[in-house]
């Protein structure tokens, strides 16, 4: 089954191999009897303002599922993947969630990305007993999670703000002009940001305001942040109106730093401006990059590491993934309150260190307790379900590369 | 000076397609929401040639305008076509349903990630106390020639001219021996061009991904509506207003309002003209 | 896969009173009105605020939802009536646009694009899961009939006439004395007060509600109703909401059966799967699957 190795090229070749793949998930089918089978569902946002990154989601969770169900499956159990797009909407990712809740029964739903689809599936999973799995970062998360059935892969925005305040003043920029994409993620990224910066001596120059994505054009976005030519910028945001909005930065002849989050800077930003990337400076929590389990996740889904950031949410979704089916394991019981009990069992400390799923089933089966440490983070959780701690990290773009300037750990 | 020449900029991008977005209007009398996901063809038939083929940039260009030009011809033959008779709702319907399959067709083959075209970005000159990038300047004037080269056509040489009749009354046009047929596709072949070209100019400035025309789809449609639809010379003044509207508030009021106080300005110039600013009303059926 | 048949035909009762909703202002009136979405969100939160932060019940948010969707049909209609097709299309797109923004930015009153939880529910607590599905199913299914019987009755009435008759050409009814504009005021803002019921009701289902909930997708998909049931016929919008809704919803399953393609493949190919359905559905039956009966005035027995 080539496309399972080489998935990035899944999309063109199974175009044109299309009759020789028709067969293939059947023959690659062990035999597992249906009726005690672990049924996952994944719900991302292939299409609409998520699309750079619901894909590399998926494509983890369905890796990951397949290279489990190949080495025997969970406690025997045949895991079945049902997946659907959330088209970053929620009112198309409610019927989405009720079809995998209520039509394929599955008893997680993971890989929700924008808040307002996490928070809009929420309602119907709990009411249905359906473990979460989400990397959203509003505030409001944890609130509506009353079950305890959920958890985020994503530190909540407060905690970038203070991280990327603490790192600017570090650089020595203590007069930052502030906009941001109008959503949940960087609202409260911006508040906390200001409050960072005006405790350690800085200041938030200009009124920080927000823009709506989507646009024609972000030129008078653009002149209103560099209106009196502030020292430095930061703008957290997305990548397709970073690309953008940066363009309209550079063309504008403004000369300060621009400071923004990991996630506007990947490498197909670096090769849509080029050069002109050269000198921008971000920070991120994850992934670690240079970290051994990061590194596998990239050689897993067919990548090099590069020393760069990528795959920022593929590879929490392969920590997902990862931490659900350990938790089955552990918990061996598809009750999702015992399997909430096992993620935390198999996460958090104590325990040996384990990166992969057969690594941990191993070392459960040898009795041991484990610690799962992520592609994406440590993976630690509070017990509202929330990431515990987060490594930060500042890079600066030099040469087209990210080079790593300091990590910091933050409280979330 | 610099709010003004920043919406000359926007309006740059955005007049060669609200011009064949009017252009089809005045000849199919619906309104072809598929524009949008036209100009997003554009960008990345122009992509194609420009990045994995190592074309320069002003040689793919022409590519994407052809690209968007077949694309429009292909969307006419299979969908519009054998619903001419059908009423404007019902081919405005049609037509969004044809931008969904451009959309993901274009997903379908070359995934959601971000691209852009070989294009290093510079520095700005500055003119006084007027900024202007070299890009931004080869947008506007590239722009300019294209709408200027279109007006020429349709004002001066016999198939314009017979555009111009078809659109002003096809009945009419079709009696004195106008072949309405080859003027449909002579005016197919122009819109698309121009909408292939819009999505182009909108690559130079905007990340280029299948869902881009969703960004672009309503300001062409506010400039060509406040315009007059039908109106090509009002397209362009449509888009100049439309610009500058949003750049003020940008700058005035709050940012998250722009797109906003944009319906509220072309609403109250409606409500003042309601046929646009230079339009008239249009013969329908 | 029971409680997830209620659960889309819920789903596809909300379409359903949308589309009756732009059936009375388009289909009838002849009023392109792009706003929909901006209605429903306005009912949606004009419920979700009565209920969560001033604390009434239900019943309290529904009408304040009908009221305010009223008011601001009169609203819109009264500023852009005069502005014929296209033209009111941009001016209730513009509308549309501008609800979503200030829900999006209003975050002291509709807590931004966090999201709005709803905890307030029109159905006694401590039923069982099926049972709530059910429950919301027959609420539902009441606010259809209500506006089906309410739509149809316009349609069938001698307001019904001059609705049509302004459709095909506003200056005969003008000339026969009709008041032109009172009517297209009534016919939009019943429309929009339709469409904000609608709202209050969903809001309440889904428990949570944000700026992405309305945006113009689910527009699209309340035309796509209509055009493909038949503008005019309110049987036939009945017939179309459910004909999208399941393709909207079956092509979920149809893609389940391509193999060999990743999530975001399978994504493309669904949606540009949807594209081809509606050009093919209306590429055959440009009139809609059920056209208006044409005339219905000579013939009475055939239409009703």
């Known amino acids: 089954?080539?496309?399972?190795?080489?998935?990035?090229?899944?999309?063109?070749?199974?175009?044109?191999?299309?009759?020789?793949?028709?067969?293939?998930?059947?023959?690659?089918?062990?035999?597992?009897?249906?009726?005690?089978?672990?049924?996952?569902?994944?719900?991302?946002?292939?299409?609409?303002?998520?699309?750079?990154?619901?894909?590399?989601?998926?494509?983890?969770?369905?890796?990951?599922?397949?290279?489990?169900?190949?080495?025997?499956?969970?406690?025997?159990?045949?895991?079945?993947?049902?997946?659907?797009?959330?088209?970053?909407?929620?009112?198309?990712?409610?019927?989405?969630?009720?079809?995998?809740?209520?039509?394929?029964?599955?008893?997680?739903?993971?890989?929700?990305?924008?808040?307002?689809?996490?928070?809009?599936?929420?309602?119907?999973?709990?009411?249905?007993?359906?473990?979460?799995?989400?990397?959203?970062?509003?505030?409001?998360?944890?609130?509506?999670?009353?079950?305890?059935?959920?958890?985020?892969?994503?530190?909540?925005?407060?905690?970038?703000?203070?991280?990327?305040?603490?790192?600017?003043?570090?650089?020595?920029?203590?007069?930052?002009?502030?906009?941001?994409?109008?959503?949940?993620?960087?609202?409260?990224?911006?508040?906390?940001?200001?409050?960072?910066?005006?405790?350690?001596?800085?200041?938030?120059?200009?009124?920080?305001?927000?823009?709506?994505?989507?646009?024609?054009?972000?030129?008078?976005?653009?002149?209103?942040?560099?209106?009196?030519?502030?020292?430095?910028?930061?703008?957290?945001?997305?990548?397709?109106?970073?690309?953008?909005?940066?363009?309209?930065?550079?063309?504008?002849?403004?000369?300060?730093?621009?400071?923004?989050?990991?996630?506007?800077?990947?490498?197909?930003?670096?090769?849509?401006?080029?050069?002109?990337?050269?000198?921008?400076?971000?920070?991120?929590?994850?992934?670690?990059?240079?970290?051994?389990?990061?590194?596998?996740?990239?050689?897993?889904?067919?990548?090099?590491?590069?020393?760069?950031?990528?795959?920022?949410?593929?590879?929490?979704?392969?920590?997902?993934?990862?931490?659900?089916?350990?938790?089955?394991?552990?918990?061996?019981?598809?009750?999702?309150?015992?399997?909430?009990?096992?993620?935390?069992?198999?996460?958090?400390?104590?325990?040996?260190?384990?990166?992969?799923?057969?690594?941990?089933?191993?070392?459960?089966?040898?009795?041991?307790?484990?610690?799962?440490?992520?592609?994406?983070?440590?993976?630690?959780?509070?017990?509202?379900?929330?990431?515990?701690?987060?490594?930060?990290?500042?890079?600066?773009?030099?040469?087209?590369?990210?080079v790593s300037l300091e990590r910091i750990t933050s409280e979330s | 000076m610099q709010t003004i020449l920043n919406a000359i900029s926007s309006a740059a991008i955005i007049a060669p397609a609200a011009v064949g977005f009017t252009l089809l209007f005045a000849l199919f009398r619906f309104a072809n929401f598929a524009v949008g996901a036209l100009m997003t063809l554009g960008a990345f038939a122009c992509w194609t040639l420009n990045v994995p083929l190592g074309l320069p940039l002003w040689l793919a260009a022409p590519g994407g305008m052809a690209g968007a030009a077949a694309g429009l011809w292909l969307a006419d033959r299979l969908a519009y076509a054998p619903l001419r008779a059908a009423g404007g709702a019902t081919l405005l319907l049609v037509s969004i349903a044809v931008a969904l399959v451009v959309e993901n067709a274009l997903r379908l083959g070359y995934g959601g990630q971000i691209k852009g075209f070989d294009l290093p970005l510079s520095r700005p000159w500055l003119l006084g106390p007027v900024r202007i990038a070299p890009e931004q300047l080869g947008v506007i004037l590239v722009s300019a020639g294209a709408v200027a080269g279109v007006m020429l056509w349709l004002g001066l040489s016999r198939w314009g001219r017979a555009v111009r009749a078809a659109a002003d009354d096809p009945g009419l046009a079709a009696v004195r021996g106008v072949p309405v047929g080859r003027v449909h596709a002579a005016g197919i072949a122009g819109a698309g061009a121009l909408v292939g070209l819009g999505g182009v100019l909108a690559g130079v400035d905007l990340a280029i991904e299948p869902g881009l025309g969703w960004a672009l789809i309503i300001p062409v449609l506010a400039a060509a509506i406040l315009g007059g639809i039908g109106s090509p010379m009002g397209a362009v003044l449509g888009a100049l207003l439309v610009g500058l509207a949003e750049e003020v508030t940008a700058l005035v009021m709050s940012p998250s309002y722009k797109a906003a106080v944009g319906f509220v300005v072309i609403v109250l110039a409606l409500l003042l003209r309601p046929h646009g600013l230079m339009g008239r009303e249009l013969v329908r059926k | 896969m029971t409680a997830y048949l209620v659960a889309i035909l819920t789903s596809a009762g909300f379409y359903v009173v949308l589309a009756l909703a732009l059936n009375l202002q388009w289909g009838l009136t002849g009023m392109l009105n792009f706003g929909l979405a901006g209605f429903y969100a306005l009912g949606a939160y004009a419920s979700a605020i009565t209920t969560e932060t001033a604390g009434l019940p239900f019943v309290a948010g529904f009408a304040m939802a009908v009221a305010v969707g009223a008011v601001a049909g009169l609203a819109v209609a009264g500023l852009s009536a005069r502005l014929v097709g296209d033209f009111l299309a941009i001016a209730t797109l513009g509308f549309a646009e501008i609800v979503r923004f200030l829900a999006l930015n209003e975050d002291w009153l509709t807590r931004g694009p966090r999201g709005f939880p709803i905890a307030t529910r029109p159905i006694p607590e401590g039923l069982s899961r099926e049972a709530t599905a059910w429950a919301y199913l027959g609420l539902v299914a009441a606010l259809v009939i209500v506006a089906y019987l309410i739509v149809e009755r316009i349609r069938t009435a001698p307001m019904g006439r001059v609705l049509r008759a302004i459709r095909e050409d506003e200056l005969v009814p003008a000339a026969l004395g009709k008041d032109v504009f009172r009517f297209k005021l009534q016919a939009f803002a019943l429309g929009a007060a339709l469409a904000a019921a609608a709202g209050s009701l969903y809001a309440h289902w889904v428990q949570s509600i944000s700026p992405d909930h309305f945006t113009t997708a689910l527009a699209i998909g309340v035309w796509m109703s209509l055009i493909v049931g038949g503008a005019g016929n309110n049987r036939g919008v009945l017939v179309g909401a459910t004909l999208v809704m399941v393709i909207l919803e079956g092509s979920r399953f149809l893609t389940g059966v391509v193999p060999g393609l990743d999530a975001e493949s399978l994504s493309a190919l669904r949606i540009a799967l949807i594209g081809v359905l509606i050009v093919v559905t209306v590429r055959f039956r440009p009139e809609g699957l059920l056209p208006e009966p044409r005339i219905r005035l000579e013939t009475p027995a055939k239409g009703a």
Not at chain 1, 41 to 49: D, K, V
Not at chain 1, 200 to 224: I, W
Not at chain 1, 272 to 301: E, M, S, T
Not at chain 1, 325 to 332: M, P, Q
């Open chain 1, 1 to 402: 089954m080539p496309s399972l190795k080489t998935p990035r090229l899944t999309r063109r070749h199974a175009l044109v191999l299309g009759a020789g793949a028709l067969a293939s998930p059947w023959v690659a089918r062990p035999g597992f009897a249906q009726t005690d089978a672990i049924r996952i569902g994944s719900l991302t946002p292939n299409t609409g303002g998520g699309s750079p990154f619901g894909p590399e989601i998926a494509e983890a969770h369905r890796l990951v599922v397949d290279l489990v169900n190949s080495q025997g499956g969970v406690n025997g159990r045949e895991i079945i993947l049902s997946q659907e797009n959330s088209e970053t909407n929620p009112e198309v990712a409610v019927r989405a969630a009720r079809k995998l809740i209520d039509a394929d029964r599955v008893m997680a739903i993971l890989g929700t990305w924008s808040s307002s689809v996490t928070l809009g599936v929420m309602p119907l999973c709990q009411e249905a007993n359906v473990i979460q799995m989400c990397t959203s970062s509003s505030e409001s998360i944890p609130a509506g999670d009353k079950k305890g059935l959920l958890f985020d892969f994503q530190a909540l925005n407060p905690a970038w703000g203070k991280a990327i305040a603490r790192l600017a003043l570090a650089r020595g920029f203590d007069q930052i002009a502030v906009m941001g994409i109008n959503n949940d993620f960087t609202t409260s990224m911006i508040g906390t940001f200001q409050q960072s910066l005006e405790a350690g001596g800085g200041k938030v120059v200009n009124e920080p305001f927000l823009y709506n994505p989507n646009q024609p054009s972000y030129r008078a976005e653009v002149e209103r942040l560099i209106a009196g030519n502030p020292p430095a910028v930061f703008i957290p945001s997305y990548v397709t109106d970073f690309t953008a909005v940066y363009r309209e930065i550079y063309r504008s002849g403004y000369a300060g730093q621009v400071i923004t989050i990991s996630l506007s800077t990947g490498p197909k930003f670096k090769e849509a401006v080029g050069d002109a990337a050269n000198g921008i400076l971000h920070g991120f929590p994850v992934p670690p990059v240079g970290k051994d389990a990061f590194d596998a996740y990239l050689r897993f889904v067919g990548l090099e590491p590069s020393g760069q950031v990528q795959r920022p949410f593929g590879s929490a979704g392969y920590d997902q993934i990862n931490t659900l089916l350990l938790g089955i394991a552990k918990a061996g019981s598809l009750d999702p309150f015992e399997v909430v009990k096992g993620v935390f069992a198999i996460a958090n400390d104590p325990g040996e260190r384990v990166t992969t799923y057969a690594e941990g089933v191993a070392k459960l089966a040898a009795g041991a307790e484990i610690n799962y440490d992520g592609a994406s983070s440590s993976v630690e959780f509070l017990p509202n379900g929330m990431l515990a701690s987060r490594d930060f990290e500042l890079y600066e773009i030099r040469d087209g590369k990210d």
